[in-house]
Each structure stands twice: as C-alpha cells, then as structure tokens.
C-alpha cells in the first residue's frame, strides 16, 4: 500500500469525522442439484440453457446416488453459540460499566498512546450478573482516533473479567470486545457479514449490545468475540498453539492529533530470520512462535510447493473469497493488509482467522470512490497489489497456482449462488435493524442519523465529504461484476451424492476430466490427503465412462474416514459438500464424535429457512414441492407435518419462539432453526 495513499484517506476520513432486488437474476434448480443463473446477455443465457439441457439427460441416464446410511455430514455450527448465549443475536441486553475512578475517560485515553496495555477496575452488570474488578481499557485504532478527536466518548472498550479475580467470567467468557460502528451507520455490516463468513471458516461471533458508562447510556456497540485460547477451544479443540495477529504497529493517530505512525505491513514478505524484523508487522498473542511464523513465510519464499504443509490453504482461500464476496476491502487481498488472524495447531500448520468487518459492504471504503463506484463494485478478485512496491506473496502465489485458483473461484461461486440472495439478507437486515431500533434512536453519540440507518442498507450515501458503501447495493453491483467475470462463469463440473458400500465409493460427476477423493482419518479433520477417482473400469468401477466415478475408501480399524469430492475440469472446479474443507463427509462408526455435531444430509445447504427471524409469514427455499416436512417446537413437540406445498406458510398466529423444521428427503434428514419474533 502507498503510504501516501493511506494518509490521504485518513486525511479524508478526518474531514467527515469532523464535519430491492432487481429483476435481473433468474433462478433455475433441477432436482437435487441447483444452479443460480444471472442472465446479462444472451451469450450467458446461451451457455446456461445449454448446461442445464446436458444436465436433465444426465440425471436421466446415470444411476441416481444419494448418501448411504453410514455416511453423515459434520456441521460445524455446532461450534457457535446456543440461543441465550453471550452472542445470541435475537435480543439486545444492556451492558453497565461502572469505573471506580470518575477520570477514567482521560486516563484511559492518554494511555491509549502512551501505554495501551493498561487496564483500570470497573464493575460491569449484564443481563443481572454483576462482576466486581473488571480490567477495562480502550481499544481500536481508526475507530478510537476519530470519535477521540472530536471529543466523543463512544470509543471501543476491552473487558477483561478475570484480569483480577482469576476464574470470572461473563456467560462464559473472560473477554468482551465491544466495538462502536462509529462508521456504519446501519449498525448490522459487521454483524451481516459474520453470518456469511461463518459458513465457511472459524469466525468471531457478532450481536449489539447498549453500553452505559458510569449510569449515562453510551451508545449502541457491536458485541465481536475475542480470538484468544477460548476461541481456539472452541473451534479446533485445542488452544496451545502459537496465535498472532495480522495488524501492524501503526496508530491512526497521535496524542497531540497527528497523523499518527506508520507500521509494518502483516503481508508474508519475508525480512529474514530474525525475528525482530517482524515486529512492527505481526503482534504476537502467545508466549512463542516466532520461529514457526518466519518458517512460514521463508516455505512461502523458498519453497512454496511445501506450503501445506505450514499452511491451511483452503481456509485461506476460503477467507478471501468471502473478503471479495461480500466486498472486504479492508483485508489482505483487498486495500490494506490486515485484519486476520494465523493460529498455529498441533500439526504444526497455521490457520487464517478473519477478523474485524465492519467495511463489508464497503463500508467506508468507499470514500471518493462514491463518484465512481465501480472502483469498489468492479474490485479485482485476484488483487495482489497496487504496484511493485505492494508486495503480497501469499496472493501472487496462491492466484496464479492452477489448482488453487480454481478452487478460490469454486469458493466464490458457492457464496455468491447460497449466501448473497438480496431478498433474505433485507430479511435479516429488517430484523436486525428492528431490533436494534429504539436504542439506534436514543444512541446519543451516533456519527450518524437515523435517515442513514435506514437508507445506508438500500444504497450508498454521502456524508460529510465522504462516501460510505449501502449493503444491498453493493451486494447487487458486486454479483452483477463477479457473474460476469470470464473465469468465474466458465461451467463447472457438477458433482451428485456420494454413497459407499463395501468400502467403494461411488459419485455422478458431469464435465470433470479429474475427480479427487480427499480424505483425513480421525475424529478431527485436518491436512486432507488427495488421491483420484476413475471412471475407466478399474478400482470397483462397475461400468467404463458411464459417469459414476469409483474409488476404494482407506481403512482405519479404529477411525472414521473424514472426507470430500472435488471435480475439475480445464477451466473451474466444484466441490462436494460445497462448503468443503469446513464441513465433511464422514464415514464409519463416528467413533468419539458427539451425535449433535452430525446431520444426515447429502443436500444440506441447498435449501434454506426465509425470512429468518419471521413473524407472519416463512418459505423453504431450494426446497422441492411435496418434499415432506416436520415442524418442531423447542421441546421437540411436533407442531405441523405435511408436504411442502411451495407457498408461504401463515404463522402469524405462532407463539414467538425457537422452532426446527426438518426435510425429509432421499432417506436423509435435515434441520435448520427458525426464531419466530
């Protein structure tokens, strides 16, 4: 990044600090495959149409394949918080700091530069639990420097409840990070954004909570849980490895209102093997691990063909195309390099963690690009950089190795076809903003105004000589560009459901010249080994060059075989499940895997609950006409069995609560959760 350029746009970000879906997209499915189609112009309708016509004879000529019943389907939602968590996003619960010194904004303040480490005692009270000795002080940069420099006291706190008193906790967490959308005026990006994320890698969770300090209301804030060993605990099962944070030392501003200072830059450029040299641009948050990260970056440097053995690719990949998605730019592979996470697990590979997306959207981003928006709707999904003086190895190298780039755009298809539906992110949208309302309106100490709060969802707006990006419009233009981009549309192998008997697996695959078993034994799934699968006669295939692609599955008498599908051909890849490597088939006993951690479902993210919250009326969607259905209340108490008919049904007359609906379908059964409001 230019220097030059960064100072520039904090300059301008100063200045204003002090100062429906279109019908355009169509929708085809067919069975139980579905493919989102985006029509633009009649050669794409052309090449569609003529996939969808191949595709209807295939599913009529090859055996039909679902999942065998010793094949199952990890989730990892499980790993998210239950409803009445800390993070439980239906309803809001106010927050109270109460400091034992009054000076605590200016001290708290000053040490912000001087010595940001330090914490002072508060009392905090949640949700009726009050929790003595709190170590509380500020965090943040851009988001502390400018409400700071206008004397605004709704900064970003860090709660450290056991910083004292060793064991306390709030619901279960010893940190709380609250974060206060100074430049979202819709209060929900970061929130929006993390429900998208979640569905493909480990992710913080987000909600809002009201904050009031010293018993004066503060504001909305964006409740983001911290990355630290709980967060480890939850998601790897494990919390002793070596965790740095992707954020150079800079500071957006100085104690006297400077400019501040300029740090390293998080970017995997190798510096050498001394580790001091990587201290202005990693801040570590283990007791060790510098010796592993520079082993990282000098594979990247040297030898990258080993880089996964370091390296969890996929979750990178998957990180980015989430980032261009849903338009990120404040991230490795958009304007600034930043904001990630790398944890180092017992297998001595480093997982990337996405942190902080409150740009999503945009957001503020956007800037003077709101005079040309395309600037941010048109971003290139394979940026490596603004010049030769922008060095981003880890992007250069992933984006231009074959494999990996197909399966970056593989990754890019699957978010945009099942997460970026305009109709059910205003659902969510409304009620999230719904929710959140009364307190939007008596936050005292908003940059914004309500008119912002609405309009910002719908389209971009101008204010006070900036720009700042809406999320429904940014959603529309940046599908509109990526459906149409050259690589991102080229046909994809499609891939049906794969069963196995007698140790064979066997899967329909359409337009594949190359289809891979990946596969990793043992309870956790981890660095998965590739070997490939044919469709020539040999390795149990019944049939030479039928479709049915066959393979003989490891064997582990003690473990499970964790494994997934992909499907290449010269031009695109896919993959089965989609959201692979997160989620998994697994085949075997699931020996030592808790039975709420898997769901018996080959087609389980291709239908969908909307609006979800509801409150008159829902829909399944993706879901066949009289695919049978059960509605169950929060005891498990059937409430409604029937065939779904394919029309809204009426639940205005439903108690407010939590419900599951479960599809039955191809001797498989999935659930997914319905909050009635």
């Known amino acids: 990044m230019a220097h030059s350029q960064a100072s520039k746009e904090k300059s301008d970000m100063r200045t204003i600090a002090n100062s429906s ?11 139980s495959f579905s493919h989102a189609i985006y029509i633009h112009d009649m050669r794409t309708i052309h090449a569609h149409f003529s996939r969808l016509k191949l595709l209807f004879i295939i599913l009529i000529v090859l055996p039909a394949c679902c999942i065998g019943q010793n094949l199952t389907v990890f989730d990892p939602q499980i790993h998210y918080d239950e409803e009445g968590g800390l993070y439980d ?6 927050l109270y700091i109460d400091f034992e010194n009054p000076e605590y904004h200016s001290i708290l303040s000053e040490s912000f530069f001087t010595n940001p480490s330090l914490r002072i005692p508060a009392t905090v009270t949640f949700d009726g639990t009050v929790i003595d000795s709190v170590g509380v002080r500020y965090k ?9 420099e206008q004397g605004s006291v709704k900064v970003p706190y860090n709660l450290d409840m056991n910083y004292w008193i060793s064991s306390q906790n709030l619901m279960d967490y010893k940190k709380v990070k609250l974060a206060n959308a100074w430049l979202d005026p819709t209060y929900c990006k970061e929130f929006i954004a993390s429900r998208i994320y979640r569905k493909y890698l480990p992710t913080p969770e ?12 503060t504001g909305i804030y964006v409740n983001t849980e911290s990355i630290n060993k709980q967060f480890l605990s939850k998601h790897f099962g494990e919390n002793d490895g070596s965790l740095f944070k992707g954020d150079g030392a800079g500071v957006f501003c100085g104690a006297d209102g400077s400019d501040g200072s300029v740090g390293g830059e998080p970017n995997f450029e190798y510096l050498g093997t001394d580790s001091a040299t990587y201290y202005t641009s990693y801040t570590i948050k283990s007791d060790s691990g510098w010796e592993g990260l520079i082993n990282l970056i000098e594979t990247l440097e040297f030898n990258p063909e080993s880089l996964p053995d370091v390296l969890n690719i996929d979750r990178v990949l998957w990180a980015m195309a989430v980032n261009t998605v849903v338009s990120n730019l404040d991230t490795y592979n958009g304007y600034y390099v930043h904001n990630y996470y790398l944890y180092q697990d017992s297998e001595d590979r480093f997982q990337m963690i996405p942190w902080d997306f409150d740009n999503s959207f945009v957001g503020a981003i956007m800037g003077f690009s709101f005079w040309n928006p395309n600037e941010v709707y048109h971003f290139d999904p394979f940026w490596t950089g603004w010049d030769a003086g ?72 101008w204010a006070g000589n900036w720009g700042f990006g809406g999320i429904l419009s940014t959603v529309e233009a940046r599908l509109e560009f990526l459906y149409a981009h050259p690589e ?15 140790e064979i697996l066997q899967v329909s695959v359409y337009g594949a010249n190359e289809v891979q078993l990946h596969w990793s034994a043992g309870a956790t799934a981890s660095n998965f080994q590739s070997i490939n699968i044919v469709d020539d006669g040999t390795q149990g295939d019944a049939l030479a060059f039928d479709g049915v692609y066959t393979g003989i599955m490891p064997s582990f008498s003690d473990d499970n075989i964790n494994f997934y599908i992909s499907a290449s051909n010269s031009e695109a890849m896919s993959l089965s499940p989609q959201r692979a490597e997160y989620e998994y088939y697994i085949y075997g006993t699931a020996t030592g895997i808790d039975d709420h951690l898997l769901t018996v479902d080959p087609i389980r993210s291709s239908w969908s609950i909307a609006p979800n919250p509801a409150s008159e009326w829902f829909t399944l969607q993706h879901c066949e006409p009289l695919t049978p259905f059960t509605v169950l209340d929060a005891q498990g108490r059937i409430v409604l069995q029937n065939q779904w008919s394919g029309r809204p049904l009426d639940i205005s007359g439903w108690d407010a609560g939590v419900y599951l609906i479960q599809i039955h379908e191809n001797h498989s059964t999935s659930t997914k959760r319905l909050l009635i409001n």
């Open 21 to 31: 879906n279109s019908n355009r997209f169509a929708r085809a499915e067919c069975g």
């Open 89 to 94: 996003f239906s309803y809001l619960r106010h």
């Open 140 to 148: 943040g940069n851009s988001t502390f420097c400018l409400p700071h």
């Open 206 to 217: 987000v909600n809002l909570i009201p904050l009031h300090t010293q018993g004066m209301y």
């Open 390 to 461: 922008d060095n981003r190895p880890l992007t250069e190298y992933l984006f231009s190795h074959p494999t990996y780039r197909k399966q970056y755009i593989a990754h890019i298809r699957t978010i945009m076809d099942e997460s970026m539906g305009l109709d059910e992110l205003q659902a969510e949208i409304d009620a999230f903003q719904n929710l959140a309302y009364s307190s939007a309106v008596d936050d005292p100490n908003s940059l914004f105004g309500m008119a912002e709060f609405d309009s910002n969802v719908t389209e971009s707006i």
């Open 488 to 502: 991102i549309s080229e046909p994809a192998p499609v891939i049906g459901s794969p069963e196995v008997s007698n």
